[in-house]
Each structure stands twice: as structure tokens, then as C-alpha cells.
Nanobody, 122 residues
Framework: QVRVAESGGGSAENGGALRLSCIVS???????????GRWYRQAPGQERSWVAT???????SYAAPVQGRFTFSRDNGELTLTLQMDSLTPNDTAMYYC?????????????WGQGTQVTVSS
């Protein structure tokens, strides 16, 4: 089975940085290279919102609030998706979730991690 696990969350000060990792298992490196990935986040009392996407060609897209501050990358050899978060603000405080999926598959077929907490103080 496909498994997804996030790590790297924690506390940061306003203007600080964190690097989140999303490790995928249960598939080959070749299969992973055809997967797309996304990061979502959910703040307390808020709905889950999209953060960033990366496709199999490593083309990325970002939500407006994180554009220019977050960088999404992948390492197919390590089956890892990485979200580098710079210039953090308290508005970035949320539980961050990673999902990996075969590019083109509907959301119902995506594989999700358990989330990792990011807390940014002012």
C-alpha cells in the first residue's frame, strides 16, 4: 500500500524558516516519478486550504499567500516531497498535510499523510 508521512514541523519566529518533508513509501522510485504532490494546510477553526503543487516534470504552483516564500521540490531517488518555508508569519500557523497521487487521478485516489504542525510566533 502507498503510505505518506510528513515531518519537519515545529515552532518558528516571525520571519523564520522551516523545511517540511513528505516521504512516500510502498511504491517504486519509477512510479513515484510519475506522481504529483500537493501540500495543504489547516489553521485552527479554518477550512483546509491548498498551499502548493508539484507535477512529474517538477513544475510547481503556489497559493497566493505563500508565493515567493515557499518552495516545493521533489527527490525521486528518496521518494520525498519537500516544502521549504521561508519568511514565515503567524498566518502560516497551521497543520500541514502532504498528498501524493498518480498525476491525473481524482482527489478520491490521492494518498494523504497525517499532518505536521507548524506554529509561527509573532
Amino acid at each position: 500500500q502507498v503510505r505518506v508521512a510528513e515531518s519537519g514541523g515545529g515552532s518558528a519566529e516571525n520571519g523564520g524558516a522551516l523545511r517540511l518533508s513528505c516521504i512516500v513509501s510502498g511504491i517504486s522510485r519509477g512510479t513515484f516519478s510519475t506522481f504529483c504532490g500537493r501540500w495543504y494546510r489547516q489553521a485552527p477553526g479554518q477550512e483546509r486550504s491548498w498551499v502548493a503543487t508539484i507535477d512529474a516534470r517538477e513544475t510547481t504552483s503556489y497559493a497566493a499567500p505563500v508565493q515567493g516564500r515557499f518552495t516545493f521540490s521533489r527527490d525521486n531517488g528518496e521518494l520525498t516531497l519537500t516544502l521549504q518555508m521561508d519568511s514565515l508569519t503567524p498566518n502560516d500557523t497551521a497543520m500541514y498535510y502532504c498528498t501524493a497521487y498518480s498525476c491525473g487521478q481524482k482527489r478520491a485516489s490521492w494518498y494523504w499523510g497525517q499532518g505536521t504542525q507548524v506554529t509561527v510566533s509573532s
